[in-house]
């Protein structure tokens, strides 16, 4: 009688498991669970862009570009924070294991780790008092049977009615060329287009035209000598960098010599005939398709 009881027993508590299995964290097998994030209002979803996911049903693998790269700002979920909240929550159907939150300002400030921990099903963790910016959320899942894997997310905090641009990217950054003695100039910024992500689908674009570069008299000049590194250092590092030496003496008429650049940060005085002018391109890929160009310009005498 006693095995009897203990195998229906058995049976109920198989039975109790596979409903709760098939009506609990079944839709997790398919990828990890969602994430829903508010600040005092209405909810937004926040997908994964980089996760691993192993299932009876699905095993995969996707990557994508990290949340804090410029270029990709315009397609970051957004939420808004009301007036008076003091709290982000996070809400996920089935918790993780592991969660942590990392935070990127958008006034440029040092970046900070806002929770590690355990997670939950309602996470509520304090704003900043500067809260506009990138969050990352990394998550893990141990427990959801039985299906295992990670994820990494990413979304922008502003202000309920605030812009969603980014205040850095309002205009092309200066561009500080150091030598290696420690002493640095600002470089003079020449002609040049930038678009900037206002939010939704309004842009706005500026094109500023200037001298050529052997017409500014304006120009900052640096102490160096030829095989000397100089470090280019940008509040917003460009996705792509170009150094052009154009020789005082050869007149408006020439063609400019590209120098080889190191990482898009450092380049090498090449051997120079007499005074030099250095033109710097950055280019920032900031909207969409959109490439913004800018030209620096500074002088080695």
Request: net charge negative; hydrophobic share 35%; with cysteine.
């Amino acid at each position: 009688m006693k095995r009897k009881r203990f195998a229906l027993a058995a049976v109920v508590l198989l039975l109790l498991g596979g409903v709760w299995w098939w009506t609990g964290p079944r839709y997790a097998l398919d990828g990890p669970p969602e994430l829903h994030v508010s600040a005092g209002g209405e909810q937004t979803r926040v997908g994964f862009w980089d996760a691993d996911w192993t299932s009876p049903t699905v095993t995969f693998n996707a990557c994508g570009d990290a949340p804090t790269s410029p270029y990709v700002r315009s397609n970051q979920p957004v939420v808004y924070v009301q007036k008076g909240a003091e709290t982000l929550t996070l809400s996920y159907p089935v918790a993780p294991s592991r969660v942590t939150v990392r935070f990127t300002p958008d006034s440029g400030g040092p970046g900070d780790v806002l929770y590690e921990g355990r997670g939950k099903r309602e996470l509520s963790i304090p704003l900043p008092e500067d809260f506009k910016g990138i969050y990352e959320v990394s998550e893990t899942w141990n427990a959801v049977p039985p299906a295992t894997g990670s994820a990494q997310r990413g979304f922008l905090v502003v202000g309920e009615g605030a812009s969603v641009g980014d205040s850095k990217l309002s205009e092309p950054p200066d561009l500080t060329v150091a030598a290696e003695d420690g002493t640095a100039v600002n470089a003079r910024r020449g002609s040049y287009s930038w678009c900037v992500w206002l939010g939704g689908d309004e842009m706005e674009s500026t094109i500023a035209d200037a001298p050529h570069p052997l017409e500014r008299s304006d120009l900052p000049a640096l102490s160096a000598q030829p095989g000397e590194r100089l470090k280019l250092q940008c509040s917003v590092p460009p996705d792509q960098v170009s150094v052009w030496a154009w020789s005082v003496q050869k007149g408006v008429d020439q063609e400019p010599v590209e120098v080889e650049t190191w990482l898009g940060e450092e380049f090498s005085v090449p051997e120079l005939e007499g005074a030099t002018v250095f033109e710097v391109r950055g280019s920032w890929y900031l909207v969409g398709d959109t490439w913004c160009d800018v030209s620096y310009l500074f002088e080695i005498a």
